[in-house]
Each structure stands twice: as structure tokens, then as C-alpha cells.
């Protein structure tokens, strides 16, 4: 069975940085792309960015809102991606998912068809 | 940055047909997924490719893509599927979420 696990998701304050995980099981890890997606309270899903399989070079993309203040990098040999996040802003607030993009080596057929549950990410003064 | 519209809600009567539209430049053009998140719960895709549903989605959820327009159709609407219905496609390297349809079933 598939399984991603969001974890790293707390108060921070503005200014601040932090570093999300996503720890998978049940999947061959380095043959998939890996996508972050956010929902502010309320709001709709948001793209963050992704970061393609080591077959494509670990290449990453981002979406404008995070371009710069955000990476994305993956560690294969443990299954783990990560979404570490810097100059944090109030408007970052939201819950945190990590998805699979499948099929293996997608392009413009990528689609997110397992996701985490979520990690709420609350960014505070 | 290329944009999705969707309404952002529409009323079907249960047992009825819901149909959830999706705009955007040349869409058909495109590979539209469709993802439902319901209450307090995580987005399930239900639609891929425009026309594809995943192992475990039932029959009563079709897509379809042309020109301008993606179009997600619910038959025989039940109330677990009222629910948010957000549509996706990959533009330029990046991938774009519509806003999001509220489907209530009366």
C-alpha cells in the first residue's frame, strides 16, 4: 500500500524558516516525481512546486507565490522528500501536502494520485 | 501564468446528473485531472487525462476536454459526492489548479 507522511508543520513567525518531510512507503521512491501542494484555511489547492525523479536529474519547479524562498530536494536511499521554507509569510499558512506524480516519468500527463494527509503549517507573529 | 475558472457551486438533485465545468485557453489542448476532496478530507483524484478514472472510481464519473472547455459529469448524483471538485492541468512546466466547484446535492 501506498503511503506519504507529512510531518514538520508548526507555529512559526514571520521571517522564520522551516523544513518539511515527506516520508513514503509502499512505492518504488526514485522512479516518481514528487509534488507539494497547499490549502490555506478555507481556500482552494494551491501548487508549490515539485521535483522530478533522478532519472530527470532531480530537477525542480516551483510555483511564483514560493520561487525563491522555497527548495524542494529528495533523498531516495530513505524514500523522504522535503520542502524546506524560508522568509516565511503570513500568507504561506496552510496545509501542507506531499503527492505522488504519476505515472513514473510523467510530463505533461502527470497527475497527483496518492497525497499525504497534510501538515498545517501556521506561520504567526 | 495560464488560468482555470470554474463556478464556484453548483446544485444537483440527488439522483440527478451534476456537470462541473472547467475553463481555460485551449484547454482541449491539455491533459485535465479532476480531484474531489470532500469534508475535512484529503483530495482524491477521480479523473485523470481528461477521460481516465482511477482503479476504485465508480463508473458515474466521466470527463470530457474540448476546445475551451473541460467538463467533469456525475451521474446519478448521491450525497457523498457533495464535495469540492478542483480541475488541474500542467502548463509550462507548472501545474495549475482551478478554483474549485462546490457541488451541493439536494
Redesign the interface.
Known amino acids: 500500500e501506498v503511503q506519504l507522511v507529512e510531518s514538520g508543520g508548526d507555529l512559526v513567525q514571520p521571517g522564520r524558516s522551516l523544513r518539511l518531510s515527506c516520508t513514503t512507503s509502499g512505492l518504488t521512491f526514485g522512479d516518481y516525481a514528487i509534488s507539494w501542494v497547499r490549502q490555506a484555511p478555507g481556500k482552494g489547492l494551491e501548487w508549490v512546486g515539485f521535483i522530478r525523479s533522478e532519472a530527470y536529474g532531480e530537477t525542480t519547479e516551483y510555483g511564483a507565490s514560493v520561487k525563491g524562498r522555497f527548495t524542494i530536494s529528495r533523498d531516495d536511499s530513505k524514500s523522504i522528500a522535503y520542502l524546506q521554507m524560508n522568509s516565511l509569510k503570513t500568507e504561506d499558512t496552510a496545509v501542507y501536502y506531499c503527492t505522488r506524480e504519476a505515472p513514473v516519468y510523467c510530463g505533461a500527463d502527470c497527475r497527483n494520485d496518492y497525497w499525504g494527509q497534510g501538515t498545517l503549517v501556521n506561520v504567526s507573529s | ?1 495560464y488560468e482555470l475558472n470554474q463556478r464556484l457551486s453548483v446544485s444537483v438533485a440527488l439522483g440527478q446528473t451534476a456537470r462541473i465545468t472547467c475553463g481555460g485557453n485551449n484547454i482541449g489542448s ?2 485535465v ?1 479532476w ?1 474531489q ?1 470532500r469534508p475535512g478530507q ?4 477521480v479523473i ?2 481528461d477521460t481516465s478514472r ?1 482503479s476504485g472510481i465508480p463508473e458515474r464519473f466521466s470527463g470530457f476536454n474540448s476546445e475551451n472547455t473541460a467538463t467533469l459529469t456525475i451521474s446519478r448524483a448521491q450525497a457523498g459526492d457533495e464535495a ?1 471538485y ?1 480541475c ?1 492541468v ?1 502548463d509550462s ?8 466547484t462546490k457541488l451541493t446535492v439536494l
Open positions: 501564468s491539455k491533459n485531472n480531484y476532496q484529503v483530495p482524491v483524484l485523470y487525462s482511477p469540492d478542483y488541474q500542467w512546466r507548472s501545474a495549475v489548479f482551478g478554483g474549485g
